[in-house]
């Protein structure tokens, strides 16, 4: 069976409850017990991951490779926070996408996210060349 084609507009949402290690405190990035900027940014790139993964060919994925994100506005542990990831432009492997993040309340968070797709074993190969 042949795969969907990844295309621009695919969109992808993911939703988590703040927890202990994603506290800014946990990181060391802020002091306080609220959602950290780090964990937003996870979340926002582990959407647009799962956003194209099952539009790849065997043997391959994607990889971060930039972020230009803000953070505007706090959340305390225990919430709910949701990350959309939508792809809006694909240039050979390059793929960018607009990503948001979301508690009950409020947008909390907004940027672009760019991930490259790459063959897993070579990428790993190339990784693993410079422990040997």
């Known amino acids: 069976m042949k795969k969907p084609e990844l295309q621009v507009g695919l969109k992808f949402e993911i939703e988590e409850v703040v927890s202990d290690n994603m506290l800014a405190s946990h990181f060391q990035s802020g002091l306080l017990d609220v959602f950290a900027t780090p964990s937003m940014i996870a979340l926002m790139e582990k959407a647009a991951l799962l956003c194209v993964e099952n539009y790849l060919e065997e043997g391959y994925t994607t990889v971060g490779s930039k972020v230009d994100i803000l953070h505007l506005a706090p959340t305390p542990k225990g919430m709910k926070v949701k990350a959309v990831a939508q792809l809006i432009a694909i240039e050979d492997r390059k ?4 990503v948001e993040a979301y508690d009950s309340f409020e947008k909390i ?3 672009v996210h760019e991930r490259f797709i790459v063959n897993r074993e070579r990428f790993l ?8």
């Open 95 to 98: 793929l960018t996408f607009k």
């Open 109 to 111: 968070g907004e940027g």
């Open 125 to 132: 190969n190339k990784a693993y060349q410079k422990v040997r």
